[in-house]
C-alpha cells in the first residue's frame, strides 16, 4: 500500500504560481513512478505530469507545457509540481497518484490516489 496526500493548492490569480506537493508513506516510494492529474467540474479527470521513479524522464500535458514542472525528492518521499503563469481554465482539483516502476500517462494505470487539493485562479 501506498499512500498520498497532497497538499498546497489554493487561490491565486491568473498569472500567479502555487507548488504542490505530494506526501507518500507506506512502500518504497522510490520505486514508484508518480503523476499529477486534474479534474474540473463537470469534466474528466485529465493528465498534467508524470515522473520516472529514478526522476529521470518528465512528461507534459500540452496544456501545461512550458508553464509547469514536476520533481520528485526520493529522500523525502515527496512529489512536487510546480505551476507557473495559472490561468483560469487551470481550475480544478488536483490529484497525485502512484504507479509501481512504469511511468504512464493514463489514469486507470495508476496503482493509488490521494483525495486531491483544489486550485482555483481567478480572472
Known amino acids: 500500500q501506498v499512500q498520498l496526500v497532497e497538499s498546497g493548492g489554493g487561490l491565486v490569480q491568473a498569472g500567479g504560481s502555487l507548488r504542490l506537493s505530494c506526501a507518500a508513506s507506506?512502500?518504497?516510494?522510490?520505486?514508484?513512478?508518480m503523476g499529477w492529474f486534474r479534474q474540473a467540474p463537470g469534466k474528466e479527470r485529465e493528465f498534467v505530469a508524470a515522473?520516472?521513479?529514478?526522476?529521470?524522464?518528465?512528461y507534459y500535458a500540452d496544456s501545461v507545457k512550458g508553464r509547469f514542472t514536476i520533481s520528485r525528492d526520493n529522500a523525502k518521499n515527496t512529489v512536487y509540481l510546480q505551476m507557473n503563469s495559472l490561468k483560469p481554465e487551470d481550475t480544478a482539483v488536483y490529484y497525485c497518484?502512484?504507479?509501481?516502476?512504469?511511468?504512464?500517462?493514463?489514469?486507470?494505470?495508476?496503482?493509488?490516489w490521494g483525495q486531491g487539493t483544489q486550485v482555483t485562479v481567478s480572472s
Open positions: 515522473i520516472s521513479w529514478k526522476g529521470g524522464s518528465t
Open positions: 507506506g512502500r518504497t516510494f522510490s520505486s514508484y513512478a
Open positions: 497518484a502512484a504507479n509501481f516502476r512504469v511511468v504512464v500517462t493514463t489514469a486507470p494505470e495508476y496503482d493509488y
